[in-house]
């Protein structure tokens, strides 16, 4: 089972790289940590950095959820362990490192970029549906993490009716694992959550823009 154990661990340290972190430091001499959210994520990089180094962040920390489930998984294993059960676990691995990372005290981000990119390599066709998700209530709210639960809460019906109607077939260890997937992201949003609900979460003023305007359309 060394194999396994390595596929793990080698997508643990991947998921790890503190990619806000790095970026903040080096290019803008900042650590996100102590500004806006204080969250090490990027959407804080967003925030704090703008979109130069909001960009890069969230590309890497995709990436390292992609290579992970894509190229950590093909590490030889027992040929008795489904390949996809490695995917899986793979990709978990990622997560699991960019919100609690080693090389940062164990305090990441939310997850959801890594997430995305282990979902791009198991449902590629479902996680399209939920980035649009994504991407309408954002604007129409101008507020990160309820786009984010909303394309998480989603994620296992839109999983479900594109395989039933044939769009996107998934197999069954595909289809019972995307289940438990918006319970790590509520999880990892549970002080936004709070902050929703005490009406004190953040947005972004550009975003709000954006959000009037849709509003003003609708109406």
């Given at each position: 089972m060394i194999g396994v154990l390595l596929v793990v661990f080698c997508s643990y340290l991947l998921g790890s790289l503190p990619t806000s972190i790095i970026v903040g430091r080096v290019f803008f001499g900042k650590d996100p940590r102590e500004h806006g959210s204080g969250n090490a994520g990027s959407t804080n990089a967003f925030r704090v950095f703008g979109w130069k180094g909001g960009v890069p962040t969230a590309l890497v920390d995709v990436a390292k959820g992609l290579a992970a489930t894509l190229l950590i998984s093909r590490i030889p294993v027992?040929?008795?362990i489904p390949?996809?059960?490695m995917q899986i676990a793979a990709g978990c691995a990622a997560i699991v490192g960019h919100v609690w990372t080693v090389f940062?005290?164990?305090?990441?981000?939310?997850g959801v970029a890594a997430a995305a990119g282990m979902l791009i390599g198991l449902y590629p066709v479902a996680l399209l549906v939920c980035l649009g998700i994504f991407g309408i209530t954002l604007v129409s709210f101008g507020i990160v993490s309820v786009a984010s639960l909303c394309a998480a809460l989603l994620f296992p019906v839109v999983v479900f009716l594109l395989d039933a109607a044939g769009v996107a077939h998934v197999s069954s260890l595909l289809f019972w694992f995307s289940i438990p997937v918006p319970l790590l992201i509520f999880y990892t949003h549970r002080a936004n959550i709070g902050r929703l609900v005490r009406g004190q979460e953040s947005r972004f003023p550009k975003l709000m823009l954006f959000a009037r305007i849709f509003h003003k359309v609708k109406a």
């Open positions: 027992p040929a008795v390949h996809e059960l940062a005290g164990f305090q990441g981000g939310k």
